[in-house]
């Protein structure tokens, strides 16, 4: 049984302000996605990527993929299918475009370029282990507030805490995220139909079904290029490494 990487890469980046879709925004000269599925293609054990696009940008990202071949250890097939509104239709849609002989899934956000292949190994060998999800996470530097929703009237005013969970017990998420494939194909088949603002990630979908998520440590390195300033950390990782 094979193990696949499914890669969001569908989403536009308003966080990072005006330009090309994210995915698609050079990182030390070569697109961000691309560094995504080298990371994922880096694993031994993974030897298919599918990569989500923007909805109608799959020409382009098929395109963008063929002039920047895998090579070497990192060989892998890659597929490019077009992707939808909410990054949990994305995944769904890559999910639908996977071959039924693969048994474990990543999904990798294409945001985070960098995550190194050990923590994508760990992944791996978690699910193999048994485990139905597995999280890469660390705990948090910052405490964490609760807030009130906001009310219509409350519009303008300052926002009001509600409470502070015990930092200790927190953990900051990333991916990939790892999955038994039939456990995240049903999580998706039952919440598909609420998808609204869709889920912010796959293990929570699993959670949802009442299955186990594990964890696995995550990696500074594997951060979500979310806003401007995580650009300007990026190309200094990209940097140290080629150092
Ligand atoms: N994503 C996706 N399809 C969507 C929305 C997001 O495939 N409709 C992907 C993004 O391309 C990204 C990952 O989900 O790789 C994580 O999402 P996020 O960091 O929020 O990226 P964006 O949605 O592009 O950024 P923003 O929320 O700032 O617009
Ligand atoms: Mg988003």
């Known amino acids: 049984a094979r193990t696949a990487a499914v ?15 994210k995915a698609l925004r050079a990182l030390g000269g070569t697109p961000m996605l691309v560094h995504a ?18 909805p109608d940008g799959a020409p382009e990202v098929r395109a963008l ?12 097939e890659v597929l490019v299918v077009p992707g939808g509104e ?9 999910l639908a475009a996977l071959p039924a002989d693969v048994a474990t899934v990543l999904v990798h956000d294409a945001a985070r370029p960098l995550v190194p292949v050990d923590t994508v190994d760990a992944v791996i060998a978690a699910v193999r282990e048994g485990a139905p999800a597995v999280v890469p996470a660390l705990p948090l530097a910052d405490t964490v507030k609760q807030v009130g929703p906001r009310t219509g009237a409350a519009e303008g005013e300052p926002e009001l805490v ?25 999580a998706h088949e039952k919440f598909a ?14 959670e949802r079904l009442g299955a186990p998520v594990v964890l696995v440590p995550g990696h500074e390195e594997a951060f979500k290029v979310t806003r401007p300033l995580d650009l300007v950390l990026a190309e200094a990782v990209l940097a140290r490494r080629r150092a």
């Open 7 to 21: 890669i969001p890469a569908a989403g536009r980046g308003v966080r990072l302000g005006p330009g090309a879709p």
């Open 37 to 54: 599925v080298r990371a994922m293609a880096a694993s031994r054990a993974v030897s298919l990527v599918v990569v989500v696009a923007p």
């Open 65 to 76: 993929l063929d002039d920047h071949p895998l090579t070497g250890h990192d060989r892998a």
């Open 86 to 94: 909410t990054r949990q239709e994305s995944v769904r849609l890559g």
């Open 162 to 186: 509600t409470g502070t969970p015990e930092r200790a017990l927190l953990r900051a998420v990333q991916t990939p995220q790892g999955f038994d494939r039939r456990t995240l194909d049903a």
């Open 193 to 206: 139909a609420q998808e609204g603002e869709g889920a912010t990630d796959d293990a929570g979908m699993v």
